[in-house]
């Protein structure tokens, strides 16, 4: 899958959102997050960011490493105040908005 990286946060650009054809990238509180399980590798989005923050997985930078297991934390643990994990939701317009980060995220 596609990861999306630090310089994601703050800007929230969301090209990304409009290029997706599957609908998996999902808008926390101050970055948005690509979900693993839904993503298809299309690569659709990653030229339309205005900050680079998107790459393939395995071609993430090394000082960008942690956002790949941290993209993953998004909908498989339980984000502050949710009851349940995200999951698989099946695509952003039916959630909307999450409007919380992951602690890693939160904490920047
Ligand atoms: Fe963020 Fe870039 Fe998408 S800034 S919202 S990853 S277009
Ligand atoms: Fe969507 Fe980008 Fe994956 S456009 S399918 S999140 S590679």
Same mark, same amino acid.
């Given at each position: 899958p596609y990861v999306i990286a630090a310089? %994601? +946060? !703050?800007?929230?650009d969301k090209s990304c959102v409009e290029e997706c054809p599957v609908d998996c990238i999902y808008e926390g509180d101050r970055k948005l997050y690509i979900n693993p399980k839904e %993503? +298809? !590798?299309c690569g659709a989005c990653e030229p339309v960011c205005p900050v680079e923050a998107i790459s393939q997985d395995?071609?993430?930078a090394d000082e960008h490493?942690?956002?790949v297991e941290d993209n993953?934390?998004?909908?498989a643990e339980l984000l502050p105040g949710r009851d349940t994990p995200l999951g698989v939701p099946g695509g952003s317009r039916k959630t909307g908005?999450?409007?919380v980060d992951t602690p890693m995220v939160a904490g920047r």
């Open positions: 310089p %994601c +946060i !703050d800007v929230m %993503c +298809i !590798d395995r071609r993430v490493a942690e956002f993953h934390r998004f909908f908005r999450i409007g």
